[in-house]
């Protein structure tokens, strides 16, 4: 039962790392409608420039933290500016395209300029361990799930609250439309791909101490947080982080239950299966155009 | 130029539109088949990548350039057809049969992908195929008493009527190009049969096609099928070629080089899919030369600008480090991905009728005609 619990809480941890990523697909999802394949190459990015700002410049965590994330959506800003700009509107194959090239290129300059060792942070969190009876909790891991949770309900109210989110709402929608209404449509987009890439390096730094910050670390996850957004159902803010809890959960499980080699293929088996069953997932909802 | 009038429905399928197109083909086909005699060893291995490449390019092509299903689970069919081959291998299966088996369940395997995707478009399909290859690298990994896990399997020297035909000789360069051949005149004939009108409709709009009587369904899964079936037979090639096989060989950058094939070639003709196998297999000689030549040559040119020994031999050791780094290739890649999407979304073979169409109307040539209309299509979840 201890393990149980144990496994459980490690899952769920793992989880809201996947849960973090998946948030930045679906929200360029949400305003864009496409998938950005290079959010898990964001969020190694992020971490490689918390390290360079804590690790290698010496500054206090949180300041380095806030440095990373400035710096990251600026980075997101430019990304959007240079590669996605140009063929918005174009095919979603485009674009997909276009991401993964750009995730390419961002891994490969991210192992020529920091190296393909793995990088580890020293953060507050490092240390120390939360006892409650003989359960044994890791403060790094309650700090992931803590972050997420308040991410989570910032960006939801975000979406859902502030003019800013309604017009990212309408521009998915219908881009065309939302322009003619008077909505900044390019401006909007950008400010989605600079949220996003400051999501994932929020990710990336508190991932820090659980896996290291290599240069593949964002391939690996990132395809680990594809179920967890097709689980969740793309484009819903909460279904993103509870479909990641659930594939870290799964896999946390089949880990520790079933046999060795389930434990990498549990999430795209559970995604396939989610995919057949139910393609809008737990949180999606299926509209049907009225003609 | 040549007017071509098209009085009736013949005139519009002919696989050569006008005798200029078998004399150009008739000297491409006859140049390849006396490269092995004059090319070095080098660019022959080569050229066999470039054939496999092409035929994986082609079949790609039927299923993500004409039925619109766009794949990132290709190198899973290639692995498929490879390790079939080398598994029936083992029992002494003669090869024309283990080709066809491999080709057969393949396609089989294929048409059971394509089953579940149909209900799938855009996005979801992509992350569908990335799922399912990804499983089946842990089933190639893991399935230790067929596949040998991750020691991986020797594949043994082909023979074909009782003659050996060594990987790097000019037969089995002779064998991979037929395959190709073939397979390009096949998929030809397939397009221009209501089968690939199908297709190309299925592309072009879905509910259209549908309205007009095609049965969307049992073509995207024929589409599925074809296009596993031709991978799995580049998949017996492949693993002849080299001669041994582990799962670490079929990944998902695998995959991904296989849509940069028909993504710099152009996805909407078959020339594309042999272009881009040209470019992607030349980007590894290509890097070896920025290695070992160029350095020196830019060193030289610096010199003969002015600079001292001192500052040249300081530059040549620069552009040495240079190229010898790392991850160089994964960002040349990434970079080229990038430029095509953005700049030449037609790739090459689109390039190749820019510059014909030019001089054909020399005086009268507008840029405007290949540009790429924008759509801004509404949300898919409102489809």
């Known amino acids: 039962m201890l393990d149980f619990v144990q496994q459980l809480v490690s899952g769920v941890a793992l989880g809201c790392v996947y849960g973090l990523i998946a948030l930045g697909f679906v929200l360029v999802y949400k305003a864009t409608e496409v998938v950005n394949f290079a959010q898990g190459d964001l969020m190694m990015l992020g971490g490689f420039f918390a390290f360079t700002f804590i690790g290698m410049m010496g500054l206090n965590y949180w300041i380095g933290f806030a440095g990373a994330v400035a710096a990251m959506a600026l980075f997101g800003m430019l990304a959007e500016r240079v590669v996605v700009r140009p063929i918005l509107g174009y095919p979603q194959f485009s674009i997909i395209m276009a991401t ?47 972050a997420t949770m308040i991410l989570c309900t910032l960006l939801y109210l975000f979406f859902n609250k502030t003019t800013l989110g309604t017009a990212m709402r309408a521009s998915s929608e219908n881009m065309l439309a939302a322009y003619y209404m008077g909505i900044p449509v390019k401006r909007v987009v950008s400010i989605v791909w600079a949220i996003s890439a400051a999501v994932a390096t929020c990710a990336g730094v508190l991932l820090a101490p659980i896996t290291f910050i290599h240069s593949n670390v964002g391939l690996v996850l990132g395809l ?45 088996l559970v995604l396939l ?12 909802h299926h509209v049907r155009k009225k003609v | 130029m040549r007017f071509l009038f098209k009085t009736d429905y013949e005139d519009d ?45 082609v079949a790609l092509l039927i299923l993500t350039g004409f039925t619109g299903q766009a794949s990132l689970g290709h190198a899973a069919f290639l692995a498929i057809g490879a390790y079939t081959a080398a598994y029936l291998q083992k029992y002494n299966v003669p090869f024309p049969i283990y080709f066809l088996a491999a080709g057969g369940l393949t396609g089989i395997i294929g048409a059971m992908v394509g089953f579940p995707a149909l209900r799938l478009t855009g996005i979801y399909l992509v ?9 089946v690298e842990e089933i190639l990994a893991r399935w230790e008493s067929v596949t040998h896990g991750n020691e991986g399997m020797r594949v043994k020297t082909l023979s074909l009527l009782g003659v050996t035909v060594p990987r790097d000789s000019p ?5 991979c190009l037929s395959v190709l051949v073939l397979t390009i005149v096949g998929t030809l004939n397939l397009l221009r ?15 259209a096609a549908r309205s007009m009587g095609v049965n969307v369904a049992l073509y995207k899964v024929k589409s599925f099928a074809i296009s596993a079936a031709i991978t799995g037979f580049a998949g017996v090639l492949f693993a002849h070629k080299l001669s041994f096989i582990s799962p670490e060989m079929f990944t998902l950058q695998l995959s991904i080089e296989f849509i940069i094939v028909i993504l710099i070639g152009g996805t909407f003709s078959l020339h594309g899919a042999v272009l881009g196998a040209i470019f992607i297999v030349m980007i590894d000689p290509f890097l070896t030369y920025l290695k070992d030549d160029m350095p020196g040559m830019i060193a030289g040119i610096a010199a003969t600008f002015g600079a001292g020994p001192a500052t040249a031999g300081n530059i040549q050791s620069k552009v040495a480090a240079f190229a010898s780094l790392n991850g160089l290739k994964g960002a040349i890649y990434g970079i080229i991905i990038v430029l095509f999407v953005l700049f030449e979304p037609l790739g090459l073979y689109g390039r190749w009728l820019k510059i014909k ?27």
């Open chain 2, 193 to 207: 049969s209501p089968t690939g009108r199908a297709f190309v409709a299925i592309r072009d709009s879905e509910t």
């Open chain 2, 171 to 175: 037969t089995f360069y002779f064998l």
């Open chain 1, 273 to 284: 299966a989610v995919l057949l069953l139910k393609p809008e997932g737990l949180f999606g």
């Open chain 2, 357 to 383: 169409l030019f001089f054909q109307l020399f005086p009268l040539y507008k840029r405007a005609t290949f540009k790429r209309q924008k759509i801004y299509v509404k949300s898919e979840r409102n489809r």
């Open chain 1, 224 to 268: 680990k947080a594809f179920p967890a957004a097709v689980l969740g159902g793309f484009g819903s803010i909460p279904g993103a982080v509870v479909g990641g809890v659930l594939i870290g959960v799964i896999e946390s499980m089949a880990g520790f239950y079933l046999p060795e080699g389930w434990k990498d293929v549990a999430p795209y």
């Open chain 1, 100 to 146: 993964i090239g750009l995730g390419y290129f961002l891994r490969s300059v991210a192992g020529m300029i920091w190296g393909t060792d793995d990088l580890k942070i020293e953060t507050p969190f490092s240390q120390g361990v939360l006892r409650i009876g003989s359960l044994v909790l890791a403060y790094d891991k309650l700090s992931v799930i803590a």
């Open chain 2, 13 to 57: 399928i002919k696989l050569f539109p006008h005798s200029g197109y078998l004399v150009s083909y008739g000297i491409l086909l006859a140049l390849l088949l006396i490269a092995p005699y004059v090319l070095s060893s080098y660019l022959m291995s080569q050229l066999v990548f470039v054939c496999i490449y092409a035929i994986v390019g």
């Open chain 2, 127 to 135: 992350i569908a195929t990335i799922s399912f290859a990804l499983i």
